[in-house]
């Protein structure tokens, strides 16, 4: 289409959908656009993306005329009179026109736009949706205004009025009223990221009133008001605010752990008692209010939000303190589930420790990504965090032993460089990652290595019922399975538990093979390798055992790339295994497959061959002849025509090998 017929089209949508009023009729008539014609005119507008192609082209008049006819028409529609449902398709409209706003087409109409159709509706405050949406649409041209000095001093001559309506307090809070809020603070968000140290002001209310609501538990709204909170320290441009806002976020966040820890962290009686329903809402609360500040905190050191233009004293310390605080109270599932909700009426609050812990392990991976070797002086002390949920994983939530691999994981992508904790760490790690990925820890048993050890433990009871030598020890048969002794029956973890155990072996194969002992490291390669040789015998080989081989899979490649210098890589048996994965029904376990078995090609058959050192040594001579040669037609030497030099290692013939004589060529 051409510029003429965008134009004119946007006109006839003008004049169609939105009428002008007839001012000399008395009654107007309210309904002069039904629901039905608005969706229509929107459809249209979205598909045609007319007001974009005619802000774009406001220079060629039929355009220019065009864009003012549809601006009156629905400035019109701003009457007095008109019911709420007039002025929201109105607000609607001018959100998605001044979304393609230029500064020719802002300007002639910013002032009558704020004056006349926005602030009336944030002094009326009639409508929660109504105020919503006139805070979208001033977020709107905010962010279009923000760019021109002129524009820019318009929209803060309103900008007390805009703080006010979006920090309105509504009597009521119905889900109209809560998606008016959510509007609101996402306005908020954007208007402060617009106008930055313009809004030094409007701080302090702004700060106490994120806080205050969130505490309340807000739900939704929550998510917007961490993302106001997120913007305020950088508007302030102003380290010490910064450093104020974490301070009160670590307080806050204590005085949370206070009320939910309340005689659990010492030996003492409950100071407070609630009843049980009491308990359940409180609690829920806390725990909203914890996440909402956790992710605050992950706003604040998020590595984009620390590059700023002054300097950050991050409270480290402080953070790990918190971390310790929450972690340390640990009340396993049974002790719960045996607590008397009668006499102990914070049965709610316990129940609600693993997700405390997740929180605590979501605040310190948030540390680990942002700082990462400028965590490596507390490397040890964060390697005994991790070590702790391991080495109680009976009486600890799944959700929690995730949580932790999913952190261990960032931890050796972040500092593998700084760690060299074998003994504390390493060791300890891998023992417990050897029993979790082993398919018996999810219940997946070998029948044949079960049958065996049935008769060879009926074998041996009638060798001594035969001798008559009566037995101390119990008869019962042990199970073994890949000669490690199994005492248990029942599966320990779950199946996702062993998958996430499996990406954290990769990761410690990968980045810490190295420091591994030549002993861990063989069980290492004997136990990925014993399990994929028996696939079919532990019955693995079903669709929702995928992300089980994948993970086996790539161990065993990991395993290749990383050999110990005191053992030699299983190549032989890992391009076996991987030749016979690469037929898998599952397309991503067959391509992981695929790439290991041309990892361990290319090792045993390298494409390129190395250089031998004659060559090298030969290079070498074509090198420093050349030099002397320049050095001589510096000096004034004869030059040396191009077919007159040869070099040094072409001046005998080919058959005859060249002898090194002291460096000097030929």
């Known amino acids: 289409m051409s510029h003429s017929a965008y134009g004119k089209l946007l006109i006839q949508l003008a004049e169609s959908h939105l009428p002008e009023k007839n001012e000399n009729v008395k009654d107007v008539q309210l309904e002069r656009i039904t629901f039905d014609q608005f969706n229509q005119l929107v459809a249209v507008l979205n598909q045609t993306k007319i007001i974009r192609h005619c802000v774009e082209n406001k220079n060629e008049k039929i355009c220019d005329k065009a864009l003012d006819v549809w601006v009156k028409a629905i400035h019109g529609l701003f009457d007095a009179r008109s019911p709420s449902a007039i002025h929201w398709m109105g607000l609607q409209l001018y959100n998605h026109t001044f979304s393609f706003a230029t500064y020719e087409f802002l300007h002639p109409n910013l002032e009558t736009l704020l004056q006349k159709d926005l602030l009336p509706i944030f002094q009326r405050k009639n409508s929660a949706l109504d105020v919503g949406l006139a805070c979208r649409v001033y977020a709107t041209l905010a962010s279009k205004a923000a760019l021109y000095p002129d524009t820019k001093t318009v929209m803060l001559s309103s900008l007390d009025r805009f703080v006010n309506a979006a920090s309105y307090s509504w009597p009521e809070e119905n889900k109209e009223v809560l998606d008016c809020m959510k509007d609101c603070f996402k306005a908020l968000a954007i208007v402060t990221k617009s106008f930055g140290s313009s809004m030094k002001p409007h701080l302090s209310k702004i700060e106490n009133l994120c806080f205050l609501l969130l505490e309340r538990g807000m739900g939704e709204v929550g998510e917007v008001l961490v993302e106001v909170l997120s913007t305020l320290p950088f508007c302030a441009n102003d380290a010490e605010y910064w450093k104020k806002m974490v301070a009160r976020i670590i307080s806050q966040q204590n005085k949370i752990i206070d009320n939910v820890y309340d005689g659990l962290e010492t030996s003492e009686a409950p100071k407070t008692q609630l009843n049980a329903q009491d308990s359940i809402t409180d609690t829920a609360i806390s725990l909203d209010y914890f996440q909402a500040l956790t992710k605050a905190l992950e706003k604040f050191l998020h590595p984009s939000n620390l590059n700023t233009h002054f300097a950050i ?354």
């Open 313 to 666: 004293e991050i409270p480290f310390e402080e953070l790990l303190q918190l971390i310790f605080r929450v972690l340390n109270v640990h009340i396993s599932p049974q002790t719960i589930l045996e607590l008397d909700t009668t006499k102990h009426t914070r049965f709610s609050i316990v129940s609600l420790i693993p997700s405390l812990h997740i929180e605590a392990y979501t605040l310190l991976d948030m540390i680990i990504t942002s700082l990462k070797e400028h965590i490596s002086p507390y490397s040890q002390t964060v390697c005994s965090i991790f070590m702790r949920p391991l080495d109680l994983k009976e009486e600890t939530s799944d959700l929690v032993i995730l949580k932790v691999y999913e952190l261990i994981q960032h931890f050796l992508d972040s500092l593998a460089g700084c760690i060299d904790h074998t003994e504390t760490f390493i060791v300890p790690l891998t023992k417990i990652l050897l029993k979790d990925i082993h398919p018996s820890a999810f219940g997946k048993f070998n029948s044949s290595d079960m049958t065996l050890n049935f008769l060879e433990a009926n074998k041996s009871r009638k060798r001594r019922v035969q001798k008559g030598v009566k037995s101390t020890k119990s008869t019962k048969p042990n199970l073994v399975l890949n000669d490690s002794k199994i005492t248990r029956n029942v599966p320990t973890v779950s199946q996702i538990v062993s998958e996430a155990a499996l990406g954290v072996l990769e990761k410690v194969i990968l980045h810490l093979g190295v420091h591994i002992p030549h002993q861990v490291r063989l069980k290492i390669d004997n136990a990925v390798i014993s399990i994929l040789l028996n696939f079919t015998k532990y019955d693995l080989n079903g669709s929702d055992m995928c992300e089980y081989r994948k993970g086996l899979y790539k161990c065993l490649v990991a395993c290749v790339l990383r050999p110990i210098p005191s053992q030699a890589p299983p190549l032989a048996y890992a391009l076996r295994i991987l030749t016979v994965g690469s037929q898998d029904k599952s397309f991503s376990v067959k391509e992981v497959c695929k790439m290991g078995v041309v990892i361990c090609e290319n090792l045993l058959h390298p494409t390129v061959p190395t250089l031998s050192r004659e060559l090298k040594w030969e290079a070498s001579r074509v090198v420093e002849a050349k030099e002397k040669t320049d050095e001589k037609q510096k000096n004034g030497s004869k030059r040396l025509r191009h077919q007159d030099y040869i070099p040094p290692i072409f001046s005998k013939p080919f058959n005859q090998k060249t002898q090194p004589d002291n460096g000097e060529p030929n």
